[in-house]
Nanobody
Framework: HVQLVESGSASVQAGKSLRLSCKITGDPYSSNCRAWFRQAPGKEREGVAAVYIGTGSTYYADSVKGRFTVSHDNAKNTLYLQMNSLKPEDTAMYYC???????????????????????WGPGTQVTVS
């Protein structure tokens, strides 16, 4: 039984940093593409960043490139999202998700495809003011 649980919820001021964590249990590494999505009030859920744990390749939405860093600790089977220079528009519920096994090509071109993700966490709130 695969479970994803996010943590790191906080309310912070603009310009500050925050790190989100997503602990994954019940699935060693068959779900080899792991991602962060977010949904702001009144908006559709969008892809933020993803990592392909076979190669360590990472992918980012343009809106967070250069400010956010996604990483994965294989030993802890935990996904992270380091968020720097936070902006009010980053306010959202953040979700981690996992899918796989897929190829690195599929991860590169389709990491944003939400319907392809098998497992989702319940979400953690980030508020930037």
């Amino acid at each position: 039984h695969v479970q994803l649980v996010e943590s790191g919820s906080a309310s912070v001021q603009a310009g500050k940093s925050l790190r989100l964590s997503c602990k994954i249990t019940g699935d060693p590494y068959s779900s080899n593409c792991r991602a962060w999505f977010r949904q702001a009030p009144g908006k559709e859920r969008e892809g933020v960043a993803a990592v392909y744990i076979g190669t360590g390749s990472t992918y980012y939405a343009d809106s967070v490139k250069g400010r956010f860093t996604v990483s994965h600790d294989n030993a802890k089977n935990t996904l992270y999202l380091q968020m720097n220079s936070l902006k009010p528009e980053d306010t959202a519920m953040y979700y981690c998700a996992a899918r796989g096994p897929i190829t690195d090509r599929e991860a590169t071109f389709n990491w944003r495809r939400q319907s392809s993700y098998n497992y989702w966490g319940p979400g953690t709130q980030v508020t930037v003011s």
